[in-house]
């Protein structure tokens, strides 16, 4: 069965941290760029980052840069969010998707998508 399946979500403190796996099955997730993006409520889904299919370009958008770190993981068809110093802003819920090159953040242009988990950062 093809699918992503995200995992590390949860509920963390102000300034705590979570890392996140997507582990891909039935295809190889090193062919393709890895994005992650996430949805707070009542808001729309915005990329977050993006690892280029050969680890060699990781993006960034502003208010996460310094906080998340993303990377290919062992074993392979595992890619990981790390997240650090997080902050009530970022509550949502995380996904990750594939495509072909990391050449923008939009959410429309990922062509296969896990089904999310689910981060709060509250006190």
């Known amino acids: 069965q093809v699918q992503l399946v995200e995992s590390g979500g949860g509920l963390v403190q102000p300034g705590g941290s979570l890392r996140l796996s997507c582990v891909a099955s039935?295809?190889?997730?090193?062919?393709?760029?890895v994005g992650w993006l996430r949805q707070a409520p009542g808001k729309e889904r915005e990329g977050v980052s993006c690892?280029?299919?050969?680890?060699?370009?990781?993006y960034y958008i502003d208010s996460v840069k310094g906080r998340f770190t993303v990377s290919r993981g062992q074993p392979k068809n595992t890619v990981y969010l790390q997240m650090n110093n997080l902050k009530p802003e970022d509550t949502a819920v995380y996904y990750c998707?594939?495509?072909?090159?990391?050449?923008?953040?939009?959410?429309?242009?990922?062509?296969?998508w896990g089904q999310g988990t689910q981060v709060t950062v509250s006190s």
């Open positions: 039935g295809f190889i997730l090193d062919a393709y760029a």
């Open positions: 998707a594939t495509r072909q090159f990391c050449s923008s953040f939009h959410p429309n242009e990922y062509d296969f």
């Open positions: 690892i280029s299919s050969t680890d060699t370009s990781r």
